[in-house]
């Protein structure tokens, strides 16, 4: 019900909104279940536009879930993947070749695509253009 109250409020008062999409989550979580990647993103977006930059961040990151993606947060791994030179050469694909090389499938998966692309928006407005990318 409290999906439903969110998305019915979602344009008029986005404030209500996330409050009713968090109580959603919270009862997905008492009783057990998955919270849905959709509800997840959601909340990121509205506390995105709220300016809760790292509460989005947080929200975004629980979406996804693991993947490689998290290679792209963890310091190991930042000076292998040079984004910057990825985004100047977008057409080239030797960073894909060179993540399956190193065991990493570059595959996403069709329900993560807009939380990704949600959080590459937030990392852009933290200044993390080079992660974002």
């Known amino acids: 019900a409290f999906l439903e109250l969110g998305e019915?409020?979602?344009?008029?008062?986005?404030?209500?909104?996330?409050?009713?999409?968090?109580?959603?989550?919270?009862?997905?979580?008492?009783?057990?279940?998955?919270?849905?990647i959709e509800l997840l993103n959601n909340i990121g977006v509205l506390q995105f536009e709220r300016g809760e930059f790292?509460?989005?961040?947080?929200?975004?990151?629980?979406?996804?879930?693991?993947?490689?993606?998290?290679?792209?947060?963890?310091?190991?791994?930042?000076?292998?993947?040079?984004a910057?030179?990825?985004?100047?050469?977008?057409?080239d694909m030797q960073l894909f070749h060179d993540l399956e090389s190193n065991g990493q499938l570059v595959e996403v998966p069709w329900d993560k695509v807009t939380v990704l692309f949600n959080l590459a928006r937030l990392l852009e407005q933290l200044n993390e253009s080079g992660t974002a990318s």
């Open 8 to 36: 019915l409020l979602i344009l008029s008062d986005t404030g209500a909104a996330l409050d009713a999409f968090k109580t959603a989550r919270t009862l997905f979580k008492k009783g057990g279940q998955e919270v849905p």
């Open 84 to 91: 910057a030179t990825s985004t100047l050469q977008f057409k």
């Open 54 to 82: 790292e509460f989005a961040k947080q929200t975004f990151k629980e979406a996804l879930g693991d993947g490689i993606w998290l290679s792209f947060f963890s310091e190991a791994n930042k000076s292998s993947i040079d």
